[in-house]
């Protein structure tokens, strides 16, 4: 009788790289379904490294441990994206994977796609296609430059795509919707958070601002602090460690009192602050898709965003820093409630799917 040799497929082994806080929330949707499929190696680059904007997402959202922490840390956008790149190199060489999977677009983002597409090995890029046009943001730069050496696209939303074929990009680009939906989907309301804040359902506003195009240049950030200040009150505001520490800077604190200021929050506690507030105003791109998910009118403190769609039905409106058109908006109500029925399928499940077909 012949004996046949055994032949066992090899499992696709990705490396993911995150490093920031809306990282660890994508990934806690993708991983569990790509580990059913595919060997992953997690780094982290230490990009965020408070508790309050890494450790605690990684044990609330059960995000298994990275196999290897770089502890880049926070530095100058050069240094920082240079470090990230210095150390990620070494790693990928002995890992050797498949495909190096990174997310969204910051550093971290840009920084695991360049020493990926260097050492040969495929980018595969969560959330791409997202386009601000304002390449004074650092994280325009890096969805340009992470896209054009991705070999796997995978778009939340058709503009998306549509952005990336007006680069010529149209090769490995598939629209899976988005994996921000997946981690939405699993969390279920903390129900005695508002009490212990004071607050009533429908009865306060929610603000976050952290970008740097507002933290970093005095008259905006005072502009959106006075703004957040005229809007009826109770205003809450979980501050970012960056804004808190260019309030002091800049000798903007006074603002701060007119407002109900808690440290960042976690991922549960977030939602149920966005899902539950009257309106809610910022310049954070998660957050826009998170309170636009769950129904809640959106202000955005910039001067565009990447999710235009939000847009077009007035879920969200665009009010920059400028306290009279902040105040205006949110009085008039311009942003309208629309709730908004989640994709029945899953995003991370399709991401996965075409990444170990
Ligand atoms: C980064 C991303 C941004 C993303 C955000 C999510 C880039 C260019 N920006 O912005 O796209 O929306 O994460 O939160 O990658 N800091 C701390 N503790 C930390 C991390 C940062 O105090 O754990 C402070 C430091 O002063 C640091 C500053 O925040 O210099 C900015 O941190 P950085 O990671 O560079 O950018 P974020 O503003 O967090």
Known sequence: MTSWP????????????????????????????????????????????????????FDELAIPRPDVSLA???????AQTGAMLQA??????????????????????????????KLLVPVAHVEAGLRSFNRAMPE?????LTDHVSSRLYCPTENAVENL??????????????????????????PALLGQLGLRPGAYRLATVHRQENTDAPERLAGI????????????????????ERAERFGLT???????????????????????????????????????????????????TEWVELLRDARAVLVGADPVRIEEAVRARRARPRARVLD???????????LTA
């Not at 790693?91 to 920084?111: E, I, K, Q």
């Not at 074929?165 to 903390?190: H, K, Q, S, Y």
């Not at 006075?226 to 960056?242: E, S």
């Not at 029945?344 to 075409?354: G, L, N």
Request: aromatic share 4%; net charge neutral; hydrophobic share 45%.
């Open 6 to 57: 055994r032949f066992t497929v090899a499992r696709l082994k990705v490396l993911t790289v995150v490093g920031a806080r809306p990282q660890f929330i994508k990934a806690s949707a993708v991983s569990p379904v790509l580990r059913e499929r595919a060997d992953e190696v997690l780094v982290h680059t230490g990009q965020h490294y408070d508790e309050s904007l890494s450790q605690v997402f």
């Open 72 to 78: 880049v840390g926070s530095g100058a956008h050069g």
């Open 88 to 117: 990620l190199e070494p790693v990928m060489s002995a890992a050797r994977p498949d495909y190096v999977l990174v997310y969204g677009d910051t550093n971290s983002t840009l920084a695991g796609a360049l020493a990926a597409a």
């Open 140 to 144: 325009e730069i890096n969805r340009v």
């Open 165 to 190: 074929a007006r680069e010529g990009i149209t090769a490995g680009v598939r629209l899976t919707g988005d994996v921000m939906e997946d981690a939405i989907r699993r969390v279920v309301p903390d």
């Open 225 to 244: 602090l006075a703004g957040l200040g005229r809007i009826p009150a109770p205003v809450v505001l979980p501050l970012h460690p960056r804004t808190r």
């Open 254 to 304: 006074a603002l701060l009192d007119a407002l109900l200021v808690i440290p960042p929050q976690p991922y549960r506690a977030s939602l149920t602050l966005i899902g539950q507030a009257d309106a809610v105003l910022t310049d954070s791109g998660g957050v826009q898709r998170e309170a636009a998910v769950l129904g809640v009118p959106v202000y955005v403190l910039r001067e565009e």
């Open 344 to 354: 029945e399928d899953s995003p991370a499940r399709r991401v996965v799917a075409d």
